[in-house]
């Protein structure tokens, strides 16, 4: 993606890949503060003040705009997951159920339930410093045959369970364990520590349509099970079952990997919201993942992408839907600054944020 003239524009579909023909009309523009530094440089006129620069030669922990929001946590914070299985309890829980229930199976299954967890999608969750996330959940080929493509590539939107985005939050939280008949050792042994509370909020979801002003509550409590486990125990309408059941939820942590020269691992955050027209949609890039959704009324698209080293890069591995999604563009994140805007026809997609850690 290279600086076009004086008025410092980039046309991402320059370094777009060859699989994504939608990208030949973007175009990519840094906000104002960056194109007067460039018109500063090109006429000798440039700051030597340090902190008017987004950048140096030297890596830094960040890069983002002055005004940007710090967060909470590092850049290295940003956060890759993928969904292990899902396993459904009664709702309400009978009293005395133990939690959490099905990393005690099959040895111990007091309900009665399966006896062995499942996991019918392909659902990974990309979580920006910021807590901006997108969270893509995909069914599995419903033909054993289509192992060799598992994932949709080519509409099918059929095979999008759920797609949401938003942003999400925690607190620590102390569990109340069933007491029936339990000694003060028994209770002592079996208390769990480092539990904490999470909430998602929603404000784009494949299930509602855009405009939609209140989303149902996304919550449920987090269990440090092993380093890179946490098992999530909430509760919530199920449609493919057609009621509210209790779930714990498997969750794996992935470490984000490099995907440039320098060794750095980066971080991109792009949103458009056009409410007037009912569009909204998300980008969010960590690593060797992108992936993306974008709402026009009641229609959805999403895309996911991952980098693999030996293999040509980036590769788009699901689409579903016909709407254009700018996850080309974060590719090149070196490019993006804060507030820069990425056009595509008559909607931009603002630069929300941009990481950078080694």
């Known amino acids: 993606m290279a600086l076009k003239g004086e008025d410092v524009t980039a046309q991402a579909n320059s370094d777009a890949p060859a699989n994504d023909p939608s990208s030949s ?8 503060s960056v194109a007067s530094m460039a018109s500063s440089l090109s006429d000798g006129t440039a700051s030597s003040d340090p902190s008017s620069a987004t950048g140096t030669a030297n890596h830094t922990s960040m890069i983002t705009a002055t005004h940007s929001p710090i967060p909470v946590q590092p850049p290295s914070s940003a956060n890759i997951s993928i969904r292990e299985y ?3 309890l009664p709702y309400p829980l ?3 159920t133990p939690i959490p229930y099905s990393t005690g199976l099959p040895t111990k299954n007091p309900l009665n339930l399966p006896t062995h967890q499942f996991e019918p999608t392909s659902t990974l969750v990309l979580t920006s410093p910021n807590k901006t996330f997108v969270d893509i959940r995909l069914y599995k080929p419903f033909d054993v045959g289509a192992a060799a493509h598992p994932l949709p590539n080519q509409a099918e939107p059929q095979r999008l369970e759920w797609a949401f985005s938003g942003t999400s939050s925690s607190r620590p939280t102390t569990i109340t364990l069933p007491q029936h008949g339990k ?3 028994k209770l002592k042994e079996e208390r769990w520590a480092n539990v904490s509370h999470a909430t998602w909020t929603h404000w784009l979801d494949s299930r509602y349509a855009v405009g939609t002003l209140v989303f149902p509550v996304d919550e449920g409590d987090l269990y440090p099970i092993a380093p890179g486990l946490t098992l999530e125990v909430g509760s919530a309408y199920h449609p493919a079952l057609g009621a509210v059941k209790t779930h714990e939820e498997m969750w794996r942590d992935v470490d984000a990997v490099a995907t440039n020269k320098t060794g750095s691992m980066m971080c991109v955050v792009l949103r458009v919201q056009a409410d007037a027209a009912g569009v909204r949609g998300v ?3 960590v690593g060797q993942y992108c992936q993306g ?3 026009m009324g009641e229609s959805t698209t999403v895309e996911r992408w991952e980098w693999v080293k030996g293999e040509d890069g980036w590769k788009r591995t699901a689409r579903v839907g016909g709407l254009f999604l700018p996850c080309g ?3 090149r994140a070196e490019v993006l600054v804060v507030g820069g805007v990425v056009k595509y026809h008559d909607y931009e997609w603002v630069v929300e944020e ?3 850690w080694e």
């Open 283 to 285: 980008v969010v890039r």
């Open 354 to 356: 941009v990481w950078e």
């Open 293 to 295: 959704i974008v709402m």
């Open 94 to 96: 009978p009293p005395g």
């Open 329 to 331: 563009v974060t590719f």
């Open 25 to 32: 009309n973007v175009i990519y523009t840094p906000p104002e």
């Open 86 to 88: 899902i396993y459904f």
């Open 183 to 185: 000694s003060a050792k």
